[in-house]
């Protein structure tokens, strides 16, 4: 397990991540079970390529990857926001980090909840992706419990309740082949000190 953390913009944050086997991954697939909660619960369902019910499964995603390293970031919040002022943030900051860690280990990344490249996506004008080449997925939009990776392969709790918050968690991974840990851990650390 990597344990770090680091400043960015006076916030004190939070890294952990594990490298996980995806054999070992595809066992916290539900891929009908959270989808249909997309489908019951989110504003976003159907309105995007990034998400249900146009996203793959999981095991589909990363079909050409056996590991993933799994990193959860997180901060605490102060008694003046809330979760809804600090997860946006927290997901940029945890893209600003995906998105050279997947060139570095020549992987593929899996993201926090929605694409937000553009505004509107051109989904919902039946019109093609005009970022097609950025295209990724969340975990839980491939039917991944991020409960569950959370607890069982970094050791730490999400909290969901915006009144009983006392810290604010999101999720993503890079999905790689044969690199060491240790590799794996330099680039990590190298990037952390860049974003």
């Not at 619960?41 to 995007?48: F, R, W």
């Not at 995603?61 to 997180?74: C, Q």
Request: with cysteine.
């Amino acid at each position: 397990m990597i344990s770090l953390n680091f400043n960015k913009d006076n916030n004190k944050i939070n890294l952990k991540a594990n490298i996980c086997s995806n054999d070992i991954l595809k066992n916290y697939m539900d891929f009908d079970y959270f989808t249909g909660l997309c489908k019951d619960g989110c504003p976003h369902y159907n309105l995007s390529y990034t998400c249900p019910p146009n996203s793959p499964k999981f095991t589909y995603y990363t079909k050409d990857y056996d590991y993933s390293l799994v990193i959860a970031m997180y901060m605490e919040i102060d008694k003046d926001q809330t979760i809804n002022d600090i997860h946006p943030y927290l997901r940029r900051v945890l893209s600003d980090l995906l998105i050279p860690l997947e060139k570095e280990v020549n992987g593929l990344l899996t993201d926090g909840g929605r694409c937000r490249y553009c505004e509107s996506c051109t989904y919902i004008d039946n019109l093609p992706c005009r970022y097609p080449d950025k295209i990724r997925f969340s975990m839980e939009a491939m039917g991944i419990d991020l409960d569950k990776v959370c607890k069982d392969i970094l050791n730490h709790s999400i909290v969901w309740d915006n009144n009983e918050n006392s810290y604010c968690t999101v999720l993503g991974s890079v999905n790689f082949n044969d690199l060491s840990y240790d590799k794996i851990e330099k680039i990590l650390l190298s990037l952390v000190n860049c974003i």
